[in-house]
């Protein structure tokens, strides 16, 4: 017969290290079992409910943590990202701007808010192999949902705010989408259309095209997840504040070389698009590797 | 070069709660706690707190002897260690002298 929290303990067993399944899962789990056998005992049905309900909320708090963190992290980043626009567009704005606003700012929030939880989250004194798998597939995840946020989601929002900006400061005509006002399908034509010499559905620069066709800011999070891990199992002693101090140098340079990337390719001239999209996640991951290669210190076997 | 100061030992509202709570009552339960703090303690962050607790040195745990009847997972036990006395009695000292309404 299967237990309450029998099913949960097993699919998290998947997921965490033998010390966490010991001094935190188990303990949640054993004491909602034997809560839950004592009321079966009495007979006291929706007290024995409770009691189950009570211990899966439990166990999902003491389990999901980190992601907790991350989600608070990345409302808050994505609130104080959307700030200047909303000064800048006043109060009547302020509701429309939040909504359209939110996707842009949300994929840039995204990896920042990631890379300080997984800083926050890499505090404990092992790190086994079953969390540095786990902090690459969260990295993965979120590459994989920022692209899908970019590719379909961010262009539309960008587009429906520009016209309704237009129409509120007295535009007579639609504005025609730019590179970031586009789906990652009506990139692909534009870039088709410009490069078999037709005309293009609207002018635009064909640098900017395959910068923008790139989406390189999804792969943030991955290279970024990746570079912190590293900077993670390196480290002898780990405590969560300077973890969390090192994590804002890696996200600052990530941004900071997006934007020089952006201008170099796309202003300067200097740099090819792609080479200027991608220079970011290319940095990022040599850092990585480079701190990954002088041998990881706290990795230990299961 | 002066000397490294050596690291201060602390304790928070929730860990000094526990910790009197243990050295009042020898050995208890998660759910123990929580039930014996009058629900200052919450089921979602007890367990995580004693971890830290017991990462700190400032208790120690074991599983339970005997299984329990119905066949459920053996419970954890939690006990105060020494470290763990004594520095709730530090802290519980400290908090007499810096506190106004306990100076007085």
């Known amino acids: ?302 | 070069m002066p000397a490294r100061r050596p690291k201060l030992l602390t304790l928070s509202t929730k860990e000094s709660l526990i910790l009197e709570l243990l050295v009042e009552r020898d050995e208890l339960y998660g759910l123990q706690l929580v039930a014996a703090s009058k629900r200052k303690l919450k089921r979602g962050t007890v367990y995580v707190t004693l971890g830290r607790m017991e990462e700190k040195g400032y208790i120690t745990s074991r599983l339970e002897d005997a299984p329990p009847d119905m066949g459920g997972m053996p419970r954890r036990l939690y006990k105060a260690t020494p470290l763990g006395r004594r520095v709730l009695a530090a802290w519980t000292s400290a908090a007499a002298h810096l506190i106004p309404e306990f100076a007085r």
């Open chain 1, 1 to 302: 017969m299967t237990r309450p929290g029998d099913r949960l303990r097993a699919l998290a067993a998947h997921v965490y290290d033998a010390e966490t399944m010991e001094r935190l899962i188990d303990p949640v789990v054993a004491d909602l079992q034997a809560e839950y056998a004592e009321a079966a005992r009495a007979g006291r049905v929706w007290h024995r409910r409770w009691v189950k309900l009570a211990g899966y909320i439990a166990l999902a708090r003491v389990t999901t943590r980190s992601m907790r963190v991350f989600l608070t992290l990345a409302f808050v980043m994505t609130l104080l990202l959307e700030l200047p626009a909303l000064t800048r567009y006043g109060t009547p704005f302020v509701l429309f701007s939040l909504l359209y606003l939110a996707p842009q700012a949300l994929v840039v929030a995204v990896p920042i808010a990631l890379t300080l939880a997984i800083a926050w989250a890499s505090r404990s004194a092992r790190q086994s192999h079953r969390a540095m798998i786990g902090t690459l597939v969260s990295g993965a995840i979120c590459s994989a949902l920022s692209f899908v946020l970019l590719a379909w989601w961010v262009p539309p929002a960008n587009q429906a705010f520009r016209v309704k900006w237009g129409w509120e400061a007295g535009m007579t005509y639609r504005p025609s989408p730019g590179p970031p006002e586009m789906t990652i399908g009506e990139l692909r034509q534009q870039m088709t259309w410009a490069t078999t010499g037709h005309a293009n559905w609207v002018h635009v620069n064909q640098g900017e095209l395959v910068y923008t066709y790139y989406f390189r800011l999804a792969f943030g999070c991955a290279s970024l997840s990746l570079a912190i891990l590293m900077l993670a199992l390196r480290r002898r002693v780990v405590k969560r504040r300077s973890m969390v101090l090192a994590a804002v140098p890696i996200f600052l340079g990530y941004d900071v070389l997006m934007y020089f990337g952006r201008d170099y390719a796309l202003h300067s001239g200097v740099l090819q698009a792609a080479v200027g999209a991608w220079m970011p996640n290319v940095v990022t991951v040599l850092v990585a590797a480079a701190i990954g290669m002088r041998g990881p210190r706290r990795l230990v076997a299961e």
